[in-house]
């Protein structure tokens, strides 16, 4: 009997649409956002529609100019959860106009009445919505849902999200959700969390948010005018109060750039190409990193590729890179190529940090870094940019000291630097070489040369300990090698070495205690003239000083300490020591 019934019931349905005529096509409303291409700037109609906001900027931009676009195609029912938010409504002079002609009127829905929607249903709602004149021809806008999600089980919200789509199919005009994430933060919740369960509960998903300051629309599943569109990201500008597609977007979870009208254009300096044969007719060359910013200042997709200079030229060119990373979009691609200097790991890492997309090495030829643009055009920025410039480079920066410092200033100035570039991810070594019986603490340290700020050198009880700046593991043999004007064996019979934080912080911390009854060799190291050409005779059985050393990767216990009066200094030469003479044999 059930199933006549209801296949009766389908034809009854089926005929009266017949009787009824076609329904009347009712008019898109804007998605509050002008200029999207492809068709996708429109709300669905028939289907709830979750649109996200990242922070406090984007929400002061989003509501107000999506109820306008509502109100463009109809009459609006706004729902808050807060007073508050009805109030920024109407301080909206064609808003508040609308609301006076009853073009659109406003409802209180607090969180407690939305959190008990996810034990009753939206039965009751609707019903009390029907009673108060919500017809299908009005637009209803929820402008805070975050408590209607909030703390749902995986039942709670297959239910809620299936009367939402069933009650939004029978009716004509768009159902919106907002759902601010920042407001779920501030209350200890997680915005990642919330974005998954709406993503989860709904099938139309959109997020506002901003992206080194400036606003950025993702579409994670919506309708354009050629279909279904995923993982789609619009990079926007705030124009005259309304927020406006900039021209270029990218796809994919993680973005690659789709379209931007100058995704094929070169902005240079003049610098990063001299010397050059072949340069691109098309690219264009500024004289001046001025030039260059003022040049690229309305660019989207385009490459903008900057000379690294001398290294008093760093600090120009990373403020120029972190503005154009923060006023322009993250389909922007920053090239810095090396010139007349190499950059230093930390000077790299500084500068992927403020939003370069990558460094070219001064080893690349022309026509190599010609195909690495050719190959980067799709690149979308994904790294995290610093919202001071300053702040980030002294994040990287090495302390402005070098060479021999007396034990306890080592010990400061190294764990001073280990803190503060923890959060950068630089690797940093610290190493102790232990001296050979026949080499006294100042004749070694007066074999070291330091050339660049932040590596330091002291001295414990039996040998000297070194930390190298920004120096990975694998470049530790070639850094000692290059510290010392004499092969290492002939100085240290081991090493002990660290690039752990735990592992270095203990080191130090040893060394520390240790502190207060070791000599402070200073006053005996007479400054040093540059160091003179290393000698190209190799050490006896070995083609290099860092391999003479049996190497210990690990922290060596203590030895015992020499009173602080138990400074030996060598009467002889390094050169006239048997260990040269075998060197010579």
Known sequence: MNKPSSVTALLRSWWHGLRSGPRRTARPAGLGVDGLPHGVGRLPAGAPAALLVQDEACWQDWPPALVAD???????????????????????????????????????????????????GLGALAQELARNGLGPHTSLCVLDAHAMLAGATVAELQRLAGQWRRWSAARRRPVALLLPLHRAQAEGGNNLGAAVRAQAAFRHVAELGTLSGRPVLTLYRWDGGQGAVFDARYDLRRDGGRLCYDGSFSLGAQPVLADAPDQFAVHATRASVAGQRGVPATWQIADSLAALEEAARGAAGATVLIDAGVPEQFAAVAALVHRLRQTRPRSLKIIVRETEAKLRAHSEQALLRLGVTSVVYREVGFARLQKLIEDGRHLVYAGAIGSDCAQTLAACMPAAARGYQRPARFVQLAGDML????????SHCLVRLQLLPTVAHLDALRACRVQRD????????QGLCVFLFACRESDLDLALSHLFTLPLGALFSSQAQDATAGGMALMLERLRGAAARLPDYGPL???IAAPAPREAQPAAGAGGGAALLPVVVAVLEEAPHRGAAAVQVSARPIGRRPVREEMAA
Do not use: F, K, S, Y
């Not at 007073?83 to 301080?91: F, H, P, S, T």
């Not at 803190?419 to 991810?425: L, N, S």
């Open 454 to 461: 932040g590596d330091l050198v002291t001295a414990d009880a």
């Open 525 to 527: 190291l007479e400054p």
């Open 419 to 426: 803190a503060r570039t923890e959060a950068a991810g630089l």
């Open 70 to 120: 509502l109100l463009a195609a109809g009459p609006v029912l706004a729902l808050a959860a807060q007073a508050g938010d009805i109030d920024a409504l109407l301080r909206v002079p064609t808003l508040a106009q609308a609301h006076a002609a009853g073009r659109l009127r406003t409802w209180l829905l607090p969180p407690e009445a939305q959190a008990q929607l996810r034990q009753d």
